[in-house]
């Protein structure tokens, strides 16, 4: 039976998790809830807005007159660094104090200027504001996430085009989950998980969207939403801190590329959440870990039409109709100019 007719299942060899394709599915009629599109153009600056240069925040301080990106800390943070004293220990009930912070990344003093909109300068500026967050945090946390949500429909509170580091003592549970897997595959096969991946994607070919001498962008195999992509170092690269300066701007580069491409898609601003996975800050050895981020947009049809995780993905496991390699080839045609910019 043809695969494009049949369904089957793919595991993540990162997690362990399993993902149901079902590709027949995917010409069924669409007769569910609809998002909302804005259609209104977006100013360069917003007097309301608590992000944009020399606005006051929610707790009364005044954001300088930045000019390039800008870090602060969460007015409303969910780490703190006061640890909580009523640990509980047993079979079934189990709570341990968790201590850290949490920061907010101004891309850019310009209200409408999200990661494809930025200039190559502006875009070098966000990814070495990255390294320098996890410099500065690895020293001190264990764990260190750096994240974006982007668009409403990912529950992004400020248009303001912002991402956010979260750093805390604790192993989180994906990266835990990550590192474990990683070096076992590493124990086995004496060679990076990530890095084998990469190679035997660019030799398929299938699944890339896109790719340069440092990096690659491709819908894993394995790809639970729709458009999902990895972003992955081609060299073994564990964390930002050893990331040389022209494997940061080939990083810059690639991911404007990315995020135009997906803008391009349903001639939309693509919302999503992302971020990247470092090896734990406190690993004696990294020689497992290679440095990557998920990308994981919701829209499924058009700009208006979304994934709903529910039903079956909530009590059973992910499942997908469209596959990963008519996304990837999707995401490949994507022009590499913004809709837009287009004359």
Not at 47 to 67: F, K, M, V, W
Not at 78 to 90: E, H, I, P
Not at 144 to 172: R, T, Y
Not at 301 to 311: E, N, P
Request: aromatic residues 10%; hydrophobic residues 35%; glycine residues 4%.
């Amino acid at each position: 039976m043809s695969v494009s007719n049949s369904a089957f299942r793919r595991r993540n060899p990162l997690t362990g998790e399993w993902v149901l394709v079902s590709p027949h599915r995917n010409n069924r009629p669409w007769s569910g809830a609809v998002e909302a599109v804005s259609q209104d153009a977006i100013p360069s600056f917003d007097a309301s807005c608590p992000l944009c240069p020399n606005n006051t925040r929610a707790n009364g301080e005044q954001n300088p007159d930045y000019d390039t990106t800008f870090v602060f800390g969460n007015d409303f943070a969910a780490l703190t660094a006061v640890q909580s004293d009523n640990n509980v220990a047993s079979d079934l009930f189990f709570q341990r104090s968790a201590t850290g912070l949490a920061r907010v990344i101004c891309f850019s003093p310009e209200h409408n200027k999200s990661l494809p909109h930025l200039s190559k300068e502006g875009m070098l500026a966000v990814v070495n504001t990255w390294r320098s967050e996890y410099l500065e945090l690895s020293k001190r946390f264990q764990c260190v996430h750096l994240f974006e949500n982007k668009g409403e429909i990912m529950g992004c509170s400020q248009p303001h085009p912002h991402g956010q580091v979260w750093a805390h003592d604790h192993l989180s549970t994906e990266i835990e989950n990550e590192d474990t897997r990683q070096r076992e595959y590493f124990e086995k096969h004496q060679s990076p998980m990530l890095l084998d991946y990469a190679n035997a994607e660019i030799a398929d070919g299938k699944r890339v969207v896109a790719v340069n001498d440092d990096w690659l962008v491709v819908v894993p195999y394995w790809a639970k939403w729709p458009f999902e992509t990895l972003l992955v170092c081609r060299a073994p690269v564990p964390d930002f801190n050893h990331l040389s300066n022209q494997q940061a701007a080939s990083l810059a580069n690639i991911t404007q590329q990315l995020t135009i491409k997906y803008d391009n898609v349903f001639n939309c601003s693509f919302p999503y959440s992302m971020g990247w996975h470092n090896a734990p800050a406190t690993e004696k050895s990294s020689s497992h870990w290679v440095l990557h981020a998920h990308f994981y947009p919701p829209l499924l049809r058009s700009a208006s039409v979304k994934k709903f995780m529910v039903g079956y993905e909530m009590l059973a496991e992910s499942q997908r109709d469209l596959t990963p390699e008519l996304a990837a080839d999707i995401l490949r045609q994507c022009d590499d100019v913004h809709y837009l910019t287009r004359t």
